[in-house]
């Protein structure tokens, strides 16, 4: 059987204890949960390695194994295998609310002409210990705009509205936040911010969303474009959005002029178009 190295916790020295007798590992380990403890930190397919994705401050990591800086494991979100800096790592807390901006700031004190210490990104979670005026005071002893955060368990209903909110976000592979994102990495935050699961890549996105469409069909908001390589998001039956190199940016593109566009140099022709069900 092959298994999907992207998502099997497993690095030949060390593996989860969920995969004894499916892959070969010195240990079998059960890791330790941690929590990213900076605004993000790339998560890298070997130590010093490419990027693969991007956790932000807040989210959570199985840590299986940590050695020379770096600790492998897995991501709480999507079940993504990789290394991060284990200086960026802390032990785990649970969380109460999220940020729903696609930044904000923290405050030394409740006054918004203060200097802001640091920034976190759409995503990233913290824990409200009290309210001061207009603004939430989080574990960290910093203020946050109480305008920018909601309960952990609040989501919305539009993941085209949440990939709006991105527009003219530099393109980074990886990126997973307002700093920088891919194509599926804007997917992947629009739909987890409306309570859908989404994998991280786009090959994963096309095995795993939705119901695939009939040719002719007609396109509405809400549907996913695939290329071989590529996902971009309808926001009507003319207009699609995403995160490209062409434009080096997340951008608006009408579908024809993205289809002709694609096909001729980038990624060849459409693979799918798949529906989640409930949007649109």
């Not at 409306?194 to 009939?214: H, K, T, V, W, Y």
């Not at 995403?242 to 002029?257: I, L, S």
Request: proline residues 5%; hydrophobic residues 40%.
């Amino acid at each position: 059987m092959t298994m999907d190295p992207r998502i099997t916790a497993s690095n030949g020295r060390v593996a989860h204890v969920s995969l004894e007798g499916l892959v070969e590992a010195e240990r079998f380990v059960k890791g330790r949960w941690m929590m990213v403890q900076q605004p993000m930190v790339n998560l890298s397919d070997a130590p010093r390695g490419q990027r693969s994705s991007q956790l932000l401050y807040g989210e959570r990591f199985l840590a299986l194994e940590t050695a020379d800086g770096f600790a492998f494991g897995v991501a709480e979100r999507d079940g993504h295998v990789g290394y991060i800096l284990s200086g960026a790592l802390t032990t785990a807390e649970e969380g109460t609310h999220w940020v729903v901006s696609p930044a904000t700031h923290l405050y030394p004190k409740p006054n918004i002409k203060e200097p802001p210490d640091v920034a976190l990104f759409f995503g990233s979670r913290v824990t409200v210990t009290g309210e001061r005026d207009a603004f939430y005071r989080i574990h960290t002893g910093h203020y946050v705009p109480r305008q920018h955060l909601v309960p952990l368990k609040a989501r919305f209903d539009d993941p085209v509205g949440i990939a709006d909110m991105f527009l003219g976000t530099p393109y980074l592979w990886g990126g997973s936040s307002r700093w920088g994102l891919d194509c599926s990495g804007l997917v992947q935050t629009a739909l987890l911010a409306c309570g859908i699961d989404c994998p991280r890549d786009s090959d994963q996105q096309e095995a795993a969303l939705g119901e695939q469409l009939a040719e002719g069909e007609l396109l509405r908001r809400g549907d996913l474009v695939f290329w071989q390589g590529h996902v971009a998001i309808m926001s009507s039956p003319t207009m699609l959005l995403h995160a490209n190199v062409h434009h080096m940016a997340v951008a608006y593109e009408t579908f024809d002029e993205a289809v002709a566009r694609i096909g001729a140099k980038e990624f060849g022709q459409i693979t799918s178009i798949r529906r989640l069900p409930g949007l649109g």
